[in-house]
């Protein structure tokens, strides 16, 4: 690891030293602190964004309008929710918050293959459920803060130093504050400053993509299903939004550089049609849409989730194409393998940052996770693919697939965490 120190004392009379310093407040990190709540070991958890309280629906109008809701959400797996239960998180958010899907139906712009998936088929209360980021964040931020071994620190970290001969990571902050940890968790997204000072190997390449995400109003029902089509340019996901009708959705609509700058420069209305035509209009019209945002696609993942002292999870370890909807998930896991990892070891009486303990959480997760980033590279050059055998092959498939209802609750269990 390369010294980042300026001129500050690596030893200072005023450093605070917690067991764990979690860099990064978002779902991941905050879900690692809250899985540590009330333990025996100290933590302090940076990040310098308060998260605010969502705004309250009223249950009284017949279209919450579609700039209430947040851009981002995710489809929380039951493996995941169990988690947020666990956490009492989940609990914390409100029903009206919450969309648990029923179906999911997923078919090929170029053809007539589709797959369809149904909870009751497959004797489960639903697939998932779709959450909006900011209320998953909210709730981990309440608990975290009502936490008697947490200390929340809303500040930038400016750069760490090596560890020391007896394995104290020093990490210092804007203001100048130094802090003392045995293990420090980058859980700082997919740029994530931490993989970089660790000088982490990492593996990426660039999808040349963006995904384009926004809430919009349609016509018809969504049917407490997720929707999906397979463009050349790339999947275009409705994904059901809880609120108090069922013509709400959040869209995420992957596409190429070009096509994305055109549709962010078109006005309101012309979007909603554009949108409309690339949906094929399966839930008719779409009538409005809220503020919309772009971020680029990359694959990344860090070839070691570990060092001496360093632990890295969720998105700073590993992103994935969001076609699936299984990155927060990932992370979810990581935070699970890495929290029982970490409290076995305090049990024990075993620095938390020794590289044994932390190995045994890389060896957990790392497999996985590659398992399933392979699975959705396949799936993204597969229906990429535009050669007439290809499209031939893929949609006489997936109409196999969908009538091998063994294999598709295989796949749904799977997906779900429950296999």
């Known amino acids: 690891m390369s010294n980042h120190i300026k001129n500050e004392p690596t030893e200072s009379p005023l450093a605070e030293t917690y067991q764990v310093i979690i860099v990064g407040g978002g779902m991941v990190g905050s879900a690692l602190a809250a899985s540590l709540a009330n333990t025996d070991i100290s933590i302090a958890l940076i990040e310098p964004n308060i998260a605010q309280q969502p705004p309250e629906l009223d249950l009284s109008c017949k279209q919450t309008p579609c700039a209430d809701f947040d851009t981002r959400v995710s489809a929380i797996t039951a493996q995941s929710e169990a988690l947020l239960t666990k956490l009492d998180v989940w609990q914390a958010i409100l029903e009206q918050r919450k969309s648990p899907y029923q179906g999911m139906t997923v078919w090929d712009a170029d053809g007539t293959g589709e797959v369809n998936f149904n909870a009751n088929e497959l004797h489960v209360p639903c ?43 020093p990490v210092f902050l804007a203001s100048g504050k130094a802090l003392m940890t045995e293990l420090l968790v980058g859980a700082d997204g997919a740029l994530s400053r931490i993989k970089q000072w660790g000088e982490f190997a990492n593996c990426e390449w660039d999808y040349e993509h963006q995904a384009i995400v926004a809430t919009i109003e349609v016509e018809q029902s969504h049917e407490l299903t997720a929707w999906q089509r397979f463009r050349p340019e790339g999947p275009l996901a409705f994904l059901p ?77 590993h992103t994935i194409h969001p076609l699936a909807g299984q990155g927060v998930n990932l992370g979810f896991k990581d935070v699970a393998a890495l929290s029982e990892e970490l409290l076995r070891a305090s049990k024990a009486n075993v620095s938390l940052g020794q590289l044994n303990v932390l190995q045994r959480y890389e060896r957990r997760r790392q497999g996985d996770n590659l398992l399933m980033m392979g699975a959705m590279e396949g799936f993204k050059r597969l229906f990429a693919a535009e050669q007439p055998v290809i499209r031939l092959l893929r949609n006489q498939g997936m109409r196999l697939f969908n009538r091998a209802s063994a294999v598709k609750q295989h796949v749904v269990m799977q997906a779900m965490g429950l296999k």
């Open 127 to 169: 697939l998932g459920t779709i959450v909006e980021n900011r209320e998953i964040v909210w709730a981990l931020q309440h608990v975290v803060e009502q936490a008697s071994n947490i200390t929340v620190i809303r500040e930038y970290v400016s750069h760490i130093d090596n560890q020391d001969e007896q394995g104290i990571t």
């Open 241 to 317: 939004l809880a609120a108090n009708n069922d013509k709400t959705c959040s869209i995420v609509w992957s596409t190429n550089e070009e096509e994305c700058q055109q549709l962010l420069s078109l006005d309101d209305d012309d979007f909603c049609q554009q949108l409309g035509l690339a949906f094929e209009h399966r839930l008719g019209q779409v009538l409005n849409v809220g503020p919309r945002a772009a971020f680029p696609l990359r694959q990344r993942h860090a070839k070691n989730y570990v060092v001496p002292g360093i632990a890295l999870i969720g998105d700073a370890a």
